[in-house]
C-alpha cells in the first residue's frame, strides 16, 4: 500500500533526474540497510540520501507520483538518480520503458544513514602527506571506492584518483583489510563529490557517515572517527 499523507512540508530535492527500477531479479535480497528487499513494496535505492527518508518521485513524462522510503544503495549505473521498486514504477507508468526523467521532492528525512560499523583503532594513512583530518559540526562522510586484501591493487585505485585530481584520498587498514576512500567530505559538497566520481567512471562506491570515535592515523592515536554506513 502507498504512503498518502504526510505532516512534513515537501521539499524539491532533484529534477529531471533518470529513475529506474529493480524487481523479481533481486526480490527477497538483502538490501544495504538491512532489510529484505520486496519489489511490491513502495521502497527505493539511492546512493546518497540517508535510509527511511521518504521521497515523492513525480514522473515527468506521465505526471504520476509516488511516495518511497529508500532502504537501499544504488543505482550502480552511471546517469542514473534513483532505483525503485517495481510497485513504484508501475504507480509510475515506467514498466515498459524501464526508465524515467522524473522530479525528487523530500518530504521526510530520514533520522538515520543505516547500521553503525564501529571502527574504532582503524590504522588511517593519508595518500598524501599534506592530507589532514578535520571535523566540523557539519556532517562529514567517507566515499570508499574500494576494499583490498592486497595493498598493491588499493594503491593502484588510490594512484587512479590521484591522476584524475580527486583530493583527500585515505588508506584505512583493518583485519588485513584495506579501504580506499576519499574522506572527510561535508554533507554540502557530498552530492558533488559523488557526481564527479561518477563522470570519472567511479560507479562502485559506498557512502560512510563520520562520527567522533577513535582512530590511529600514522601510528598516532587521535579522537576521530567510527564509520556509520
Same mark, same amino acid.
Given at each position: 500500500?502507498?504512503?498518502?499523507?504526510?505532516?512534513?512540508?515537501?521539499?524539491?530535492?532533484?529534477? =529531471?533526474? !533518470?529513475?529506474?527500477?529493480?524487481?523479481?531479479?533481486?526480490?527477497?535480497?538483502?538490501?544495504?540497510?538491512?532489510?529484505?528487499?520486496?519489489?511490491?513494496?513502495? @521502497?527505493?535505492?539511492?546512493?546518497?540520501?540517508?535510509?527511511?527518508?521518504?521521497?515523492?518521485?513525480?514522473?515527468?513524462?506521465?505526471?504520476? &507520483?509516488?511516495?518511497?522510503?529508500? =532502504?537501499?544503495?544504488?543505482?550502480?549505473?552511471?546517469?542514473? /538518480?534513483?532505483?525503485?521498486?517495481?510497485?513504484?514504477?508501475?504507480?509510475?507508468?515506467?514498466?515498459?520503458?524501464?526508465?524515467?526523467?522524473?522530479?525528487?521532492?523530500? !518530504?521526510?528525512?530520514?533520522?538515520?544513514?543505516?547500521?553503525? @560499523?564501529?571502527?574504532?583503532?582503524?590504522?588511517?594513512?593519508?595518500?598524501?602527506?599534506?592530507?589532514?583530518?578535520?571535523?566540523?559540526?557539519?556532517?562529514?562522510?567517507?566515499?570508499?571506492?574500494?576494499?583490498?586484501? $592486497?595493498?598493491?591493487?588499493?594503491?593502484?585505485?588510490?594512484?587512479?584518483? =590521484?591522476?584524475?585530481?580527486?583530493?583527500?584520498?585515505?588508506?584505512?587498514?583493518?583485519?588485513? !583489510?584495506? #579501504?580506499?576512500?576519499?574522506?572527510?567530505?561535508?554533507? &554540502? $559538497?557530498?552530492?558533488?563529490?559523488?557526481?564527479?566520481?561518477?563522470?570519472?567512471?567511479?560507479?562502485?562506491?559506498?557512502?560512510?557517515?563520520?562520527?567522533?570515535?577513535?582512530? @590511529?592515523?600514522?601510528?598516532?592515536?587521535?579522537? #576521530?572517527?567510527? !564509520? /556509520?554506513?
Amino acid at each position: 500500500m502507498a504512503i498518502a499523507s504526510f505532516a512534513s512540508a515537501e521539499e524539491l530535492y532533484k529534477t =529531471n533526474v !533518470i529513475a529506474s527500477y529493480y524487481g523479481e531479479e533481486l526480490n527477497g535480497n538483502k538490501t544495504a540497510s538491512g532489510e529484505v528487499f520486496n519489489m511490491n513494496d513502495y @521502497t527505493a535505492a539511492h546512493n546518497t540520501l540517508p535510509f527511511n527518508t521518504l521521497v515523492k518521485v513525480t514522473s515527468l513524462v506521465t505526471s504520476k &507520483s509516488v511516495v518511497v522510503r529508500i =532502504n537501499d544503495r544504488g543505482p550502480s549505473a552511471p546517469g542514473r /538518480e534513483i532505483d525503485v521498486s517495481k510497485a513504484a514504477a508501475s504507480d509510475l507508468g515506467m514498466i515498459k520503458s524501464g526508465t524515467a526523467r522524473v522530479s525528487m521532492e523530500i !518530504i521526510q528525512w530520514g533520522t538515520n544513514n543505516g547500521p553503525t @560499523t564501529d571502527v574504532s583503532g582503524v590504522v588511517e594513512t593519508p595518500y598524501e602527506e599534506e592530507s589532514k583530518i578535520y571535523h566540523q559540526e557539519e556532517k562529514h562522510y567517507d566515499i570508499q571506492l574500494g576494499a583490498y586484501s $592486497d595493498f598493491s591493487n588499493a594503491k593502484v585505485l588510490a594512484d587512479k584518483l =590521484n591522476s584524475q585530481g580527486f583530493k583527500n584520498i585515505a588508506y584505512q587498514s583493518e583485519d588485513g !583489510i584495506t #579501504r580506499v576512500v576519499i574522506r572527510d567530505v561535508a554533507a &554540502s $559538497d557530498l552530492d558533488y563529490m559523488v557526481d564527479a566520481l561518477k563522470q570519472h567512471g567511479f560507479d562502485d562506491y559506498l557512502v560512510r557517515q563520520r562520527k567522533l570515535g577513535s582512530v @590511529t592515523e600514522a601510528g598516532v592515536e587521535v579522537a #576521530r572517527l567510527s !564509520i /556509520e554506513q
